[in-house]
């Protein structure tokens, strides 16, 4: 570290000159900082604070800055500097924001601000430039798996911004389950009659298109590598197999409809006059806008109805416990079939709660307008009589039991994830067995599953041969904060494999996922992180000689990114990493670190905070955020001039799975009387960016309350909060709270 060459830099603007003695923040980072020279400015993002930094770069003055000024999130483009280490100090959000302006405080204001100055110092003397990895690859070209509507809309627009796409269907057609639609749900004003679905024109774009290579009866039967390198095996149902390397994959799979001869109640198998909606399809299609003719003897259908939710949004066994979207629309297209074709044919949609997404609505009005007949109840029983068929429900308007007479029932039964295999499922039915119990029981699950799980990527990854599922067996894919991302880095889902939809949304769906691949190949060629730290270019290493081969690194990764050599150490593969340091806060001997986030960079900033004599009276708190939700809820908070206590200490992190242990264990050695860790929801409804983090920080530090106790030290001075980037008014609460807590067990004894 001897040739280590540091340059402060501070800012007067913002406030931050009239409530700062600048000239001691200056005066901290060239005593006990070590940097070299320590400069203020009074804008330091306008251009010629820039141009200032800019140029002592340029002269070799300095490979590692302290931008002392606002929070890491502001101005990330002006202080862009990427050829040198930066440690943003944050005295605005972090230190003037949240403390009152009064005379009482300014002391402990200017105690905050020099501590987050001695921080960022240490910090960036540990940090080394991050540079790209040498072995990052480019490859341009886009593997879409699935040709149904959701992957045909992605190949055509990866074809279209430039990329090469090879398309992989496992059927002789393209088209999925959307090419067997008569008509679609209208997406053009007035929404008021069904639509040709476009399928055919869809599937001939993609067949003219040069840069689309299309794979028929074919499927994925290995898949290795990395973002910018995988390598894929593609085998024809004939036997033939051809080898090709992609730069990112789209899974596009799709669904199977729900098997309707799971619910004999209705009499799906019994009667061919009872049909799911794909059944009708297909009647309508063979009529081709003239009367729909009943399966069961060919004559012109005179009633129709339509049993909503048939074997969905159901707690039975076996039956799907979600809504799948796209079937309360989906039945009124299909009543109006009916309706065009001969107003006086009576049709009726029996529903619990009728959900139209999008322009659904109109649809709604434009069926009741054509004479559909909407009821509100619960199906019971489907059973011949009367004139073909009889259904027996409970109105739910009247509260009564009701008979009706029908030609054709049609039930809305919903949609299954085409997902592949469920791994963690596989992973616990295998750990049961070793176990030598639940056998019987998993057999009675599989037996209940609503489709045969059958591998899709067949991936050579140690985690597993597919991607992870959600709770309802759809791909994981976290909804609002990153959309498309599964845990396999550089493997994007989109359409109803990912979650229910409609044919609207899929399209929709299909090219975000695209642009998602691009981004994901584009970032790996240039050896960067994807989301959500995008544009990292630091990747983890290790020193071997210190590396124990506890396998712990390559357990908890969320991401499959650690594989194993030969002699059984940790193996990175940069290019799937997220960057999100879980490794780091598994290694218990800590031997993983990046060049700009490791055990010392965090570890120096909790040493380099200036602890109060006793007789001060003055507590410190150490709080480690989030820096994707809890750290950007502060921020938010402090906008909004919402304080919190100033013997607070925040040091952002990657994720709270990459706390190491060894940080609160150190803080607590040196004097602080609080550590909190705040991170985002864990468990199935995460709120992780890392998916895993938060929930494995929790289970990490039930181990250091073992150790408090021990120590016999209150188990109140350390708290796991969840914390969502929402919570503005409670994040700061939080803070406050471990204040009153550390005033009320007192200071530590660990003080001296």
């Not at 088209?175 to 008021?192: D, E, I, K, N, S």
């Not at 074709?341 to 029996?350: A, F, G, R």
């Not at 994981?476 to 550089?490: A, L, N």
């Not at 895993?692 to 073992?706: P, T």
């Amino acid at each position: 570290m001897a040739d280590v060459k540091i340059g402060a830099y501070i800012c007067k603007g913002c406030g931050l000159g009239e409530r700062l003695d600048t000239q001691a923040l200056a005066t901290i980072a060239t005593r006990e900082g070590k940097a070299a020279f320590a400069k203020e400015h009074d804008v330091l993002c306008s251009q010629s604070g820039v141009d200032m930094i800019r140029k002592d770069i340029d002269a070799g003055e300095v490979d590692r800055i302290v931008l002392a000024a606002c929070s890491r999130r502001a101005k990330t483009d002006a202080f862009g500097f990427d050829t040198v280490a930066v440690s943003r100090c944050n005295l605005r959000e972090g230190v003037i924001w949240t403390q009152p302006d009064t005379e009482e405080a300014r002391e402990l204001t200017q105690e905050m601000a020099e501590d987050y100055v001695r921080m960022s110092c240490a910090e960036v003397k540990q940090m080394i430039p991050p540079h790209p990895n040498e072995l990052a690859e480019r490859n341009r070209h886009v593997l879409v798996v699935g040709g149904g509507i959701s992957g045909l809309t992605a190949a055509v627009e990866a074809s279209r911004a430039g990329y090469p796409v090879t398309l992989v269907e496992k059927s002789g057609a393209l088209g999925g389950w959307a090419a067997q639609l008569w008509r679609r749900v209208p997406t053009r004003a007035p929404y008021a009659d069904p639509q040709d679905t476009g399928v055919a024109e869809l599937v001939a774009e993609v067949e003219a298109d040069p840069g689309i290579t299309v794979y028929l009866n074919s499927t994925v039967t290995r898949t290795s590598g990395a973002p910018g390198r995988f390598a894929v095996d593609i085998t024809a149902e004939s036997g033939g197999t051809a080898t090709e390397n992609f730069g990112a994959i789209v899974q596009a799979t799709g669904f199977t409809p729900y098997d309707a001869n799971r619910l004999p109640e209705f009499g799906f198998g019994k009667s061919p006059d009872v049909v799911d909606q794909l059944g009708l399809e297909a009647l309508a299609r063979a009529a081709d806008g003239g009367a729909i003719k009943r399966p069961s003897d060919g004559k012109e259908v005179r009633s129709v109805l339509f049993i909503q939710c048939a074997g969905q949004r159901s707690t039975a066994k076996g039956h799907l416990p979600y809504c799948s979207g796209h079937c309360c629309n989906t039945s009124i297209k299909q009543a109006m079939y009916f309706k065009d074709s001969n107003p006086d044919i009576d049709t009726t949609v029996l529903y619990t709660d009728l959900r139209t997404p999008g322009k659904g609505e109109d649809l709604y009005r434009s069926g009741q307008r054509k004479g559909v007949i909407f009821t509100k109840g619960v199906a019971q029983e489907v059973k011949p009589g009367g004139r073909g068929l009889q259904v027996r429900f409970k109105d739910l308007i009247l509260d009564q039991e009701v008979e009706v007479d029908a030609d054709l029932v049609v039930l809305a039964t919903g949609m299954v994830p085409n997902s592949g295999v469920d791994i963690e499922a596989a992973l616990k039915k295998e750990a049961a067995g070793a176990e030598g119990g639940a056998d019987g029981e998993a057999a009675a699950d599989a037996d209940a599953a609503p489709v045969q799980e059958v591998s899709i990527l067949n991936l050579d990854y140690r985690q597993g041969p597919d991607l992870p599922k959600l709770m309802h067996g759809f791909q994981d894919s976290h909804f609002i904060c990153f959309p498309y991302e599964t845990r396999r880095t550089g493997i994007y889902t989109t359409g109803p494999v990912r979650r229910p939809m409609d044919i609207a949304q899929a399209l929709e769906d299909a090219t975000g996922a695209a642009l998602k691949a691009i981004q994901a190949l584009e970032n790996a060629a240039l050896g960067r992180a994807a989301h959500p730290r995008s544009g990292d270019l630091s990747y983890p290493s290790f020193h071997r000689d210190g590396c124990t081969q506890c396998k712990r690194c390559t357990v908890e990764c969320p991401f499959g990114a650690i594989d194993e050599d030969e002699q059984r150490y940790p193996m990175f593969n940069e290019a799937r990493c997220r960057r999100c340091g879980t490794c780091m806060g598994a290694c218990p001997v800590r031997v993983i670190y990046f060049d700009n986030y490791s055990i010392d960079t965090v570890g120096q900033q909790i040493k380099a905070v200036d602890m109060p004599e006793e007789s001060q009276e003055k507590p410190r708190i150490l709080v480690l955020a989030c820096e994707n939700d809890a750290y950007p809820a502060l921020d938010m908070a402090a906008m909004n001039r919402i304080g919190y206590s100033a013997y607070a200490r925040v040091i952002p992190v990657r994720c709270l799975g990459s706390v190491n242990s060894i940080w609160v264990t150190d803080a607590l050695n040196g004097g602080y009387d609080g550590v909190m860790l705040m991170g985002c929801q864990k468990g199935d409804n995460y709120q992780c960016h890392f998916v895993k983090g938060s929930e494995l920080a929790h289970y990490r530090m039930s181990k250091v309350y073992d150790t408090l106790e021990q120590l016999q030290l209150e188990k109140d001075r350390v708290e796991t909060h969840e914390v969502a980037i929402t919570d503005i008014q409670r994040a700061p609460q939080l803070i406050e709270a471990m204040a009153e807590t550390v005033k009320r067990v007192g200071l530590s004894p660990f003080k001296f």
